[in-house]
């Protein structure tokens, strides 16, 4: 198959090339911030809880898990998981927390970054910044990174209360009432580390830019609903770090944002769609294969695409932020409505996994798809434990068969390419079967 017939499958959004560079080059700016003495932090997904905060006090912040997705798609990752495994960890544990600790025990046995990282490396942080949302490594992770860098651990605690629960009186208050109280010890911590006060203004400015462009993030993927889908999960994917990580400066993602948010409407308009001759809109389960993007491409040139993925990337359903004066609310006002956004209308379908395994309902009603392709990760089982009760809705309330294909997000031994590629092909064969029951039973696809 020829590389000019998979680009003209695929139609990718041009808005979507310097999206990816801008988050290129933060780890370029974090290598030379740290060179010229500017604090950097190295800091899990936090969902925005703790990133504005970091911003606002001038710490420059490096994302090991991003690191370890791009170390996956550029084929640099091996190295560092074997020196994890030759270093005593376990080989089922995390494969971004893998990718990690490998490149930290080489970094601290050479005395600096080595020559070979990808886009420059992880610069030597001041703070290791942890956060306690969802997944299983993540406290135990960094701290093991103790064993290698003099650089304290701060934890930044999320709430989880469960889909009844989230709606009892009282409850959202309380959570982000302690939210609020946790931050501000955050604060007056870095305070300490830094000897800088912080720049309250700053702060509440970030904090608007981190809302708008997450309220713009969400109407991109908005426009997804529409047939034929204007942006597929490669965009998706190439487009989501500038706001789940935001390392770079937000007016310029705030920019990009927005030029992306002109050029989707466009294709609106004009009936573009991401995938020439779309015959299966589909949907994704769970992190993607890092190391094998390009199974995306073949499934393309088979008339799949991809119009929405798994629900923990995304931005939170917008609300009203203007009655909240204080910054710290907003920002863990933020944090509380990603986690919780879905658990109402999950709780009247009364479905209680509502921030995992829910929204795929939601979605495959709302974005009329035919099937999904979910990928469980052997090495993470937060991101695994409920695709198997997702598979079992979808089937059952919604007539939507999907493909299961285990693997990893890191590591390339464990994701069998053309075992899925032969499953897509029966899944082609029960979708075709039940789109007929759908249109039988009055589905309105």
């Known amino acids: 198959m020829s590389e000019e017939k998979k680009k003209k499958a695929m139609n990718r959004l041009k808005t979507m090339y310097p999206l990816r560079a801008n988050i290129d080059q933060a780890y370029e700016r974090s290598v030379e911030a740290t060179k010229a003495g500017k604090p950097t932090a190295w800091s899990m997904v936090n969902w925005w809880e703790a990133d504005p905060i970091l911003k606002a006090m001038d710490i420059e912040i490096v994302y090991p898990e991003n ?17 994890s495994d030759a270093e005593g960890f376990p080989t ?32 030597n942080p001041i703070l290791l910044l942890s956060s306690g949302a969802l997944c299983d490594a993540r406290i135990k992770w960094f701290q093991s990174l103790g064993r290698y860098l003099d650089a304290p651990v701060w934890t930044v605690e999320l709430p989880h209360p469960g889909v009844e629960e989230s709606q009892m009186p009282g409850v959202r ?41 997450n309220r713009i993030w969400y109407e991109i993927n908005e426009f997804r609903k529409v047939r034929p889908c204007p942006m ?22 705030l920019k990009l944002y927005r030029d992306m948010y002109d050029e989707v ?30 199974i995306f491409d073949e499934l393309a040139e088979r008339g ?56 795929y309902l939601e979605w495959a009603r709302t974005y009329q798809c035919d099937g999904a392709l979910f990928h469980p990760l052997l090495t993470c089982r937060t991101a695994t434990n409920h695709l198997i009760l997702a598979q079992d809705r979808l089937l059952n309330k919604l007539h939507v068969p999907s493909l299961i294909a285990e693997g990893d997000i890191v590591d390339l031994k464990l994701f069998d390419y053309a075992d899925t590629m032969r499953k897509a092909v029966v899944l082609e064969e029960m979708m075709d ?13």
């Open 232 to 253: 597929h999960s490669r965009d998706f994917w190439s487009c989501m770090n500038a706001s789940l990580y935001p390392a770079g400066d937000p007016k310029v993602s």
């Open 265 to 294: 409407k466009d294709r609106v308009a004009n009936k573009i769609g991401a995938v020439e001759n779309e015959k299966y809109r589909m949907v994704f389960g769970e992190l993607p294969p890092w190391h094998a993007l390009k």
């Open 304 to 359: 799949w695409n991809f119009v929405v993925e798994s629900w923990a990337y995304h931005a939170p359903k917008p609300i009203d932020y203007a009655k909240i004066s204080d910054p710290l609310e907003r920002v863990a006002t933020q944090t509380y409505q990603w986690l919780t956004g879905y658990f109402p209308d999950a709780l009247k379908e009364k479905e209680y996994m509502g921030y995992f395994a829910y929204p």
């Open 92 to 123: 089922h544990m995390c494969g971004y927390a893998r990718n990690c600790i490998g490149y930290t025990a080489e970094m601290t046995e050479l005395g600096h970054i080595p020559s070979d990282a990808p886009m420059g490396g992880m610069s």
């Open 173 to 213: 208050e309380k959570s982000i009432q302690f939210m609020v109280k946790e931050l501000r010890e955050l604060v007056a911590f870095l305070e300490r580390l830094t000897g800088r006060k912080m720049d309250w203004a700053k702060l509440e400015e970030i904090t608007d830019d981190l809302i708008e462009i």
């Open 67 to 83: 690191y370890g997705a791009v170390c996956a798609a550029i084929g640099s990752a091996q190295k560092y998981l074997d020196r």
């Open 433 to 445: 079967h039940y789109k007929k029951v759908r249109q039988e039973e009055g589905f309105e696809w």
